[in-house]
């Protein structure tokens, strides 16, 4: 069945850092040629649409931001859901705390989330009067410091609901692999007690949400990703067929040694390998 959708990461399939993965911009632009829905789609939560997609369209893949979903995205939809459910009460006055990058504070605006960042709330609880926070929405952001991490853990541990976009313990860059949300989020677990629910890959909620965004059924779509443990296993629980590129963290030993959950459809040096899945 040929592909009519694709779901794809960005770090360590698109790009590393600033720079595109090799194959990457030649691969995606023929998809879309043959007439495939791209839709990018990231765990790395710290940027809004807008940005990711500027960076994208600089590579030579022009993008808009209703093409690009981010973790904090499906973070702030979960919320809003959760709310409009009538399970999470936002009362007079009270927040939802977004640590993390821009993107965080951006996705819950977005959604129409009252949301105050972490030196706001610091700051309301030094002048004595203190701003009540319903939930906590934890993102990955690269000037994040432990003060913002201490607002989080008050708040969970004063009883708000903890969503995190993500628990990936590292994040590929042109260095090499830096630390991830997840390590950050086991620093707020180990000081509380509480697991958060995280809603990014390899968690249903993000596939859902991209597949209803692209308008396809599950079946048409391909999981394009370079990590076993979140692109490709998530994929298989929501019925998606997938594909591994071996320009990010994953490799083709891990994949030879995986557990059969665990093992994409395709594996591929670069992209445009997988061009006969698109193409008659």
């Known amino acids: 069945m040929r592909v009519r959708g694709i779901l794809c990461d960005l770090d360590g399939v698109v790009y590393r850092g600033d720079r595109a993965c090799p194959g990457a911009v030649e691969g995606l632009r023929d998809a879309r040629d043959a007439g495939v829905r791209v839709l990018f789609m990231t765990n790395n939560a710290s940027r809004p649409p807008q940005a990711v997609a500027d960076q994208l369209t600089g590579l030579g893949l022009p993008t808009g931001a209703d093409e690009v979903l981010n973790a904090s995205q499906v973070a702030a939809r979960v ?3 959760r709310r409009d459910r009538g399970e999470l009460v936002l009362k ?3 927040v939802v705390l977004g640590v993390g990058g821009e993107g965080v504070g951006a996705a819950l605006a977005d959604a129409g989330l009252r949301w105050a960042a ?13 701003m009540p926070v319903a939930a906590v929405v ?3 952001g690269p000037l994040l410091d432990v ?9 969970v ?18 260095r090499g692999l830096a630390i991830g949300n997840g390590s950050l989020v086991a620093a707020v677990a180990n000081a509380t007690g509480v697991l958060p629910e995280v809603v990014g890959k390899p968690h249903a909620p993000a596939y859902r949400i991209a597949v ?3 308008g396809l059924a599950p079946e048409d779509c391909l999981m394009l990703g370079d990590r076993l443990d979140t692109d490709i296993a998530g994929a298989a629980r929501a019925g998606l067929r997938s594909a591994l590129v071996l320009t990010g963290v994953s490799t083709r030993a891990e994949v030879e040694q995986a557990p059969g959950r665990l093992r994409p459809d395709h594996v591929a040096a670069t992209i445009p390998e997988l061009t006969h ?4």
């Open 79 to 81: 919320l809003r859901e």
């Open 92 to 94: 007079e006055g009270a």
């Open 118 to 130: 972490p030196e706001q709330v610091r700051e309301a609880g030094l002048a004595g009067d203190p």
């Open 138 to 140: 934890q993102g990955y």
């Open 147 to 155: 003060s913002d991490l201490t607002e989080a853990v008050y708040a």
């Open 157 to 174: 541990r004063a009883g708000a609901t903890w969503v995190a976009t993500n628990d990936d313990a590292t994040l590929p860059t042109e």
């Open 212 to 214: 209803e965004r692209l």
């Open 277 to 280: 899945l698109w193409r008659d």
